[in-house]
């Protein structure tokens, strides 16, 4: 290995088991003493990831998301067609949410920078599921439908998960609400198999 490459390999390992750590008990407890001791390094190793522990928090969070999007849209590239493609990526989203504590959603919540940064992801999840939707129209394989309000009552639903209030009012954890809300999505979305035609016309 390249002399060169082993301070970013460091950061990325140190990163990592923020990341880790975060998603499984929130991170709001936690001082860069505490994160030192937890991870069994220095406090200048954590300093050479972020200067401050909010910049270390929305690094960590930042990681997850951009890990989680990379393993999402894998999947969805080797999915086979439009509806299927809707189907993969909304499985895998859920699936990205089972690590998530309850700690780390109301951590989110509770500080702003880090909620800044599940909004803007929420925001990018909502546009995706909007365009898969589309596709899925456009192909004839879903039927026709407002795929922008698809978009927006995924982002209002995400957004309702990430506060808590989805979980207090049905007991689910974040994972499972979101596997309801895929179910809700795919059943109102595809089509009938009896016979008739859907006169509605795809609006973006």
Do not use: W
């Amino acid at each position: 290995m390249p002399l060169a490459s082993q301070p970013m390999t460091r950061r990325a390992e140190i990163l990592g088991q923020l990341r880790d750590l975060f998603l499984a008990e929130g991170f709001a407890k936690f001082s860069i003493a505490d994160l030192a001791d937890r991870l069994r390094c220095s406090r200048s190793t954590l300093y050479a990831v972020a200067p401050s522990k909010e910049q270390l928090v929305v690094a960590a969070v930042r990681s997850y998301f951009m890990t989680a999007a990379e393993r999402i849209e894998a999947k969805v590239a080797a999915a086979d067609g439009p509806r299927e493609r809707l189907a993969t990526y909304l499985a895998a989203v859920a699936a990205e949410l089972e690590p998530v504590s309850a700690e780390f959603f109301a951590d989110v919540a509770a500080f702003a920078p880090a909620g800044d940064v599940y909004r803007e992801n929420t925001r990018f999840a909502a546009q995706r599921i909007q365009s898969l939707v589309a596709e899925g129209i456009n192909a004839g394989v879903l039927r026709p439908a407002h795929a922008s309000f698809v978009g927006a009552a995924v982002s209002s639903v995400m957004a309702a998960i990430q506060r808590g209030e989805i979980q207090a009012a049905t007991g689910l954890s974040a994972a499972d609400a979101y596997r309801e809300l895929a179910d809700l999505i795919l059943g109102s979305l595809d089509r009938p198999h009896e016979g008739g035609s859907d006169r509605r016309r795809s609006r973006r």
